[in-house]
């Protein structure tokens, strides 16, 4: 490709959408452009790193025996509506009608569409097990689209799905998943670590994020150095500690003025955080017959600890939490900054599991300017919705070896489920087994969002001038410079002979013809970041010769003009690690 063709525009500027360093050289080398917020155009340079991705996605999928298809981006709403996530999902799912007032959704994923495919086409045991998987469009309407690439409304994944007779070959799967996702990180030279993670809204048993850890990711990954522990904030454990025992004491109510805070009790008091009762009050968006409906909700947990919205959420089957308001938290008859469980009715409590341990707590008395000492769980108050609802924080124990937790953020840049069998109960995927039986298909899904790959890689490989893209991502292998100046015809001729040469020779080039001043040229081959760079001028072309450079190193090399394609061989060959 010559550049005084190519479909692409430098930028000297920092585009104002621009909120992350590998993002800017994105925008400014040309490869994407924004279209609206969170909505991206992937330009011809951009397109060719995707197109790269895919390749090997698809390598790594068929490898493990998947199948490619192609599914809708416009669905219709009934598949969403059996399996009941067209209800449990709020505004980031856009919903339309078609001319015939049929309602539609855009495809956020598309587990219903493969059940609704597996319905029509899986009989017998005989047609599983089966991986599908496909590169398709996906819309998810999000409020706070940020840092580029990496949180999008709009955006390119490849997502698959597995089909099994029972849980055993689910797990098969899951395993032969969680292999191939590691191969494709590593050959794209991202360092990922997979973490244990929250299902959220696709449901299932179990799954697995992969985090590149990065200071601009959204998500909080804790990790053990100690065994290798790690796990998504929203769902990581800890070592809790194990509170003495204690005979229940006899409620007492004190005068505490002037103590909203469990900081502020404690210091009162004089006693340790830890044994106060917290009270977290939220508002819940639950659902009954596929109707929302909202639910004030009391957490009650140590006062050293911190509330696990998440697992708070997942506990009650919440599609949605908010902080409750003041006057939601009187009309329940508590009173916000002295409020517990205690004599209230009509309210949903969910407890930590640690609270049923910790005997003699204090806790608030639902009466201004009072607390109650020596409240029991079980004697004073119950509730049979009982788990782990803290949040791990950093220094805490590790779960499995004690020694303490670090936290690092990260992003996800791929996630696999096992769905089981929420979906294929729901909208009817059965098959016959050996003996007649008819079972439900056991389900499993795994994605990996390619866009915020490109812009994780963009993170990870650039330097202060730009772009440093692996050679197996990268849009073309070798950047080839002519510097004409005046009287250069003799250059542009032999580098117009020497680009056509490479081209025959299978290397994929990106020939700067243009007429511009060596500063323009040099700054734009580092900006976009193409593995190696060869400068053709009159003053190489005097002395039979060309320039090479690496772009992740000042050193440059010269090479007689004849063996140029043979050394440009040997160092992508280098760069892509082949032997």
């Known amino acids: 490709m010559r550049m005084s063709a190519l ?18 050289f994105l925008l400014r080398a040309g490869y994407f452009r924004q279209v609206a917020a969170g909505i991206f155009a992937a330009l ?141 990180f590593r050959r794209l030279g991202l360092p990922v670590i997979p973490v244990a ?62 103590t909203r805070t469990i900081e502020s009790l404690a210091r009162f008091l004089g006693i340790p955080e830890s044994q106060t009762a917290k009270a977290v009050f939220l508002t819940a968006t639950l659902l009954e017959n596929n109707q929302p409906y909202e639910r004030l909700v009391m957490a009650i947990l140590r006062g050293d600890m911190e509330l696990n919205e998440t697992k708070l959420a997942s506990l009650i089957g919440a599609i949605d939490l908010r902080p409750a308001t003041e006057e939601e938290i009187c009309a329940s008859g508590a009173v916000p900054g002295f409020a517990s469980p205690v004599g209230l009715r009509d309210l949903l409590v969910a407890a930590d599991d640690l609270i049923p341990l910790s005997p003699n707590l204090v806790a608030g008395a639902n009466e201004q300017d009072y607390h109650l000492r020596n409240v ?17 924080r950093e220094g805490d124990p590790c779960p499995q070896c004690q020694a303490p937790l670090r936290a690092e953020r990260g992003i996800e840049v791929g996630h696999i489920f ?18 007649g039986e008819i079972k439900p298909v056991v389900m499993g899904s795994y994605g990996i969002g390619i866009g915020r790959l490109i812009g994780c890689l963009a993170e990870a490989y650039h330097d202060d001038k730009g772009l440093q893209l692996p050679a197996v991502i990268a849009p073309f292998q070798v950047h080839l410079v002519l510097l004409s100046g ?9 580098a117009g002979r020497l680009y056509e040469q490479m081209q025959a020779a299978g290397l994929e080039v990106l020939y700067d013809d243009r007429e511009e001043s060596p500063g323009v040229k040099f700054n734009d081959a ?46 992508i060959k280098r760069l892509l690690g082949v032997t």
Not at 174 to 181: K, L, N, R
Not at 424 to 435: I, P, R
Request: aromatic share 6%; hydrophobic share 35%.
């Open 418 to 435: 096992q769905l089981g069998t929420a979906y294929s109960e729901a909208l009817g995927c059965t098959f016959q087994d050996e003996v």
């Open 526 to 571: 580092d900006l976009i970041g193409i593995p190696l760079r060869v400068t053709v001028s009159k003053r190489t072309l005097e002395n039979g010769t060309v320039e090479l450079k690496r772009r992740h190193q000042e050193e440059r090399l010269t090479l007689p003009l004849e063996e140029a394609i043979p050394r440009l061989h040997e160092e």
């Open 197 to 258: 993670s929250d299902s959220g809204m696709m449901g299932g048993k179990r799954s697995h994020e992969f985090v590149y850890l990065n200071p601009i990711g959204e998500d909080t990954v804790m990790i053990c150095d100690a065994c290798g522990y790690a796990a998504n904030r929203q769902v990581a454990r800890f070592a809790k500690p194990q509170p003495p025992q204690e005979e229940a004491l006899s409620l007492e109510k004190v005068h505490t003025p002037q």
């Open 44 to 184: 011809p340079l951009g397109l060719r790193v995707q197109r790269k991705i895919e390749r090997i996605l698809r390598e790594e999928m068929e490898a493990i025996g998947g199948q490619e298809v192609s599914l809708p981006v416009a669905l219709p709403a009934e598949i969403w509506k059996e399996s009941g996530r067209y209800y449990r999902i709020g505004a980031e799912m856009m919903r339309l009608k078609d001319r015939a007032g049929r309602d539609l959704v855009l495809a956020m994923t598309h587990d219903e569409a493969v059940a609704d495919l597996v319905r029509r086409e899986v009989r017998s045991h005989r047609h599983l097990p089966r991986l599908l998987y496909q590169i398709q469009t996906k819309f998810r309407d999000d409020p706070r689209p940020r840092a580029g690439l990496i949180r999008v409304r709009e955006f390119i994944m490849k997502d698959s799905y597995s089909l099994d007779a029972d849980w055993a070959g689910l797990e098969k799967q899951y395993q032969a998943h969680y292999e191939a996702y590691l191969r494709i």
């Open 7 to 24: 479909f692409n525009q430098t930028l000297r500027e920092t585009p104002a959408e621009a909120q992350s360093p590998g993002f800017t």
């Open 486 to 494: 005046k009287d250069g015809e003799a250059a542009r001729q032999t």
């Open 376 to 392: 029991n769980f079980g004697r004073d108050y119950t509730t049979p919705l009982v788990a782990d609802l803290t949040a791990a």
